[in-house]
């Protein structure tokens, strides 16, 4: 008769198994090893243990590809694909109307006007950052109208556009006084090439538009304006006036916001928890360059606001993550041979 | 279809059997050429089950122990037959360029 101890053993072997897979069939394989074990026993043979181990990456590896390939990704990436250029504009809007009200010119996220540029530099500025905004307002309409595969061009010609104007302001003379950090320029790619990304591979903007709620698009709306208050210029309008300690809080209390309403989405729908990852990135990337890049192109108070956002995004983001992975491994797991 | 996957189907398709039948089962099939391991047994029974062609058909306990017993799905017998055709058709195409009685 096999020993106590190799079943120990097996048990161990068995640790190397997902969760779900093991509550499932722990049991079972327990049954099949030690009825297959010589009387007498007590350690599992070598090759026992490779193929066992071997069964659990290829299962664990099925688990990922399910993670990965799911149904759900492409939901999430579809309602992306319409909500994102949306909120773009919007907050670029709202972020643009209040530096105009409070006499200062700059949009929002894209925005890199510095104050004392001459009557030459401002015009080419702003046209410059108009046409970005051009390009974004086209990527929302095309992909309201459902138009994906022209509203895919038309984010991969905007990020082209932005990638292209934000190098050349590094040596034109239009960079003169302008504060920019080379931090800046990936980012301010995030939002049309994941756009792209998500309008090429997901099921479309159509369906995204399908899948949407009222709540989700009133979540979309609250969304642009969180988004509006995370860039530098809206921040200013509205913050810089109360001084250093209220602009501190009013961050955190924007990133609370932002926390709040990825929360929100994660819960509101099945493909909600996806989508939250995904506007947690998005939302990192522009809370990096309010982080990063002050009004003064130094380090300043904003680069420490930022740098406290920046940790409780990630610790968001982390706990998405991991929720989305075991929920998920989990759900795969669960669908295999057994019952549950 | 991989070997173990199509003996797996094979062993299933006279009737039910749990893991451990499973194995021995195909270890019979194949003359004692194929001995499969709990670890490979359950990674191919997995896809089998998430490829819907078979499904877990009861449970027993048995000695303290949990038994599962797994059958075909009527998509699985399908894939069985298919399969069972094409490597009859590639065996005969095989007999007869070697010239061998019956192909």
């Given amino acids: ?340 | 279809m991989q070997e173990p996957s199509f003996l797996i189907l094979t062993a299933l398709a006279a009737g039910p059997q749990h893991g451990y039948g499973i194995m021995t089962d195909v270890a019979q099939i194949s003359d004692g050429r194929v001995k499969l391991r709990a670890g490979t047994l359950y990674a191919a029974l997995d896809r089998l089950s998430l490829d819907r062609l078979l499904e877990v058909d009861r449970e027993e306990i048995v000695d303290t122990r949990l038994r599962r017993y797994y059958r075909l799905t009527p998509a699985g017998r399908s894939k069985l037959v298919a399969e069972t055709a094409r490597l009859r058709a590639n065996a005969a195409a095989a007999a007869k360029r070697l010239g061998l009685a019956g192909g």
């Fill in chain 1, 1 to 340: 008769m096999a020993s106590a101890g190799l079943e120990t053993r097996y048990r161990r072997l068995l640790r190397w198994y997902p969760a779900a897979h093991r509550s499932v069939h722990q049991d079972e394989m327990l049954g099949v090893l030690m009825a297959g074990a010589e009387p007498g026993r007590n350690r599992p043979r070598l090759a026992e243990s490779a193929d066992l181990l071997l069964g659990a990456a290829r299962i664990r590896l099925r688990s990922g590809r399910a993670l990965s390939d799911g149904q759900g990704w492409r939901d999430a990436l579809a309602v992306y694909s319409v909500a994102t250029p949306l909120l773009v504009l919007i907050s670029t809007l709202i972020g643009s109307l209040a530096a105009e009200l409070e006499g200062r010119h700059g949009i929002g996220a894209f925005s890199l006007m510095p104050p004392g540029l001459d009557l030459v530099q401002q015009p080419l500025i702003l046209a410059t950052i108009w046409l970005g905004v051009g390009s974004q307002a086209l990527v929302a309409v095309l992909a309201l109208l459902g138009l994906r595969r022209w509203a895919a061009a038309a984010a991969a010609i905007s990020a082209l556009y932005l990638g292209t104007t934000a190098v050349l302001s590094l040596y034109t003379p239009l960079s003169v006084g302008i504060p920019i950090s080379v931090l800046y320029i990936p980012f301010a790619l995030v939002a049309p090439i994941s756009e792209t990304v998500a309008l090429l591979v997901s099921p479309g903007p159509r369906r995204g538009m399908q899948l949407m709620r009222r709540r989700d698009w009133a979540l979309l709306a609250a969304g642009s304006v969180v988004t509006a208050a995370l860039t530098r210029s809206f921040g200013y309008a509205l913050f810089s006036l109360g001084g250093e300690s209220l602009r501190a809080i009013a961050s955190l209390l924007t990133v609370l916001v932002v926390a709040l309403l990825l929360l929100a989405l994660w819960l509101s729908s099945p493909h909600g928890k996806r989508l939250a990852l995904l506007f947690g990135v998005l939302a990192y990337g522009l809370l990096l360059v309010n982080g990063f890049i002050d009004g003064s192109g130094a380090w300043g108070a904003d680069t420490v606001d930022g740098a406290v956002g920046q940790v409780l995004v990630i610790l968001l983001l982390a706990a998405v993550i991991y929720r989305t992975w075991r929920r998920s491994t989990s759900a795969a797991g669960g669908s295999g041979p057994g019952l549950a």
